[in-house]
Structures are given as structure tokens and as C-alpha cells.
């Protein structure tokens, strides 16, 4: 496993942001610190309904407006071959720790500028069944 979010006892801490996430705003990840455990079934179908119109669950771009979130956990941000970021994610500098993508999807414009449209989920625990099936991928 790649990261925390899943509810699994053999879970591997997830990671920390890189050194530049404090001049990014971006709070630092201690590696302890991880998502909260989610359901990634829950998860698949809030994917689903909410993130499939714009994103993949492949690596690759898939045509799609939003790059693909095959393997995003554990994954450099802003480095997908194939898609054009937005230049604050093109300078990014920090890993997508379940961690860092639970806080991103609380409210992604606060965390990065982007071009995504989502606000974000209003319910914790829908966000971390996003996460948990994220880090299934």
C-alpha cells in the first residue's frame, strides 16, 4: 500500500510534502501524520459521480479535461506527462501523500491554484473514501 487512507493493519506511513511546501503555503506532513481511514468502495462511487467527467483512474491523460489519477498517491505533483498544469502545480515541488490529497480536496483552490471547478467535499467523510479509493488505484 502507498499510503495510510486505506484501512489496512500492514499500511505504510504516508509521506511528507517536499522542503519547499512552506514558501508553497503548504503546511509540512510529518510522516506519521496521514488521512483519515475511508471506505475506497464509498469512495469508487463518489468518484464516479463526482471526479470521472474530468478525470481518469489511469496514469495517462485519457482525453479528458483533468490529468488521470492512476497512481497519484505517492506521485510528484504536477509532473504528468501529457497534461497542462497550471504553473503554480509545473513548480510544485511535493509528493501526493494521502495526506496532502485529503487537505487538497477539501478545498482545492485554498491548497493550489487550479483550474480545476470542484469545491471541494463538505463531508470529512466522503473525502477520505476519495482518498481511500485514490490509494487503491
Same mark, same amino acid.
Given at each position: 500500500?502507498?499510503?495510510?487512507?486505506?484501512?489496512?493493519?500492514?499500511?505504510?506511513?504516508? =509521506?511528507?510534502?517536499? !522542503? #519547499?511546501?512552506?514558501?508553497?503555503?503548504?503546511?509540512? &506532513?510529518? $510522516?506519521?501524520?496521514? +488521512?483519515?481511514?475511508?471506505?475506497?468502495a464509498?469512495?469508487?462511487?463518489?468518484?464516479?459521480?463526482?471526479?470521472?467527467?474530468?478525470?481518469?483512474?489511469?496514469?495517462?491523460?485519457?482525453?479528458?479535461?483533468?490529468?488521470?489519477?492512476? =497512481?497519484?498517491?505517492? !506521485? #510528484?505533483?504536477g509532473?504528468?506527462?501529457?497534461?497542462? &498544469?497550471? $504553473?503554480?502545480?509545473? +513548480?510544485?515541488?511535493f509528493?501526493?501523500?494521502?495526506?496532502?490529497?485529503y487537505?487538497?480536496?477539501k478545498?482545492?483552490k485554498?491548497?493550489?491554484?487550479?483550474?480545476m471547478?470542484?469545491?471541494g467535499?463538505?463531508?470529512?467523510?466522503?473525502?477520505?473514501?476519495?482518498?481511500?479509493?485514490?490509494?487503491?488505484?
Open positions: 500500500p502507498r499510503c495510510t487512507a486505506r484501512a489496512s493493519p500492514h499500511a505504510c506511513p504516508s =509521506g511528507a510534502p517536499l !522542503a #519547499d511546501s512552506a514558501a508553497m503555503g503548504k503546511k509540512e &506532513y510529518p $510522516p506519521w501524520e496521514s +488521512a483519515p481511514a475511508g471506505s475506497a464509498a469512495g469508487e462511487k463518489l468518484f464516479k459521480g463526482k471526479c470521472a467527467a474530468c478525470h481518469t483512474t489511469l496514469e495517462a491523460q485519457g482525453g479528458k479535461s483533468g490529468p488521470g489519477l492512476g =497512481g497519484i498517491i505517492g !506521485a #510528484d505533483a509532473k504528468r506527462a501529457g497534461f497542462k &498544469y497550471t $504553473p503554480a502545480f509545473t +513548480a510544485a515541488s509528493t501526493w501523500t494521502d495526506k496532502a490529497m487537505e487538497y480536496l478545498n482545492p485554498t491548497y493550489i491554484k487550479t483550474n471547478a470542484f469545491p467535499f463538505k463531508k470529512p467523510e466522503d473525502n477520505a473514501n476519495v482518498v481511500a479509493y485514490l490509494c487503491s488505484l
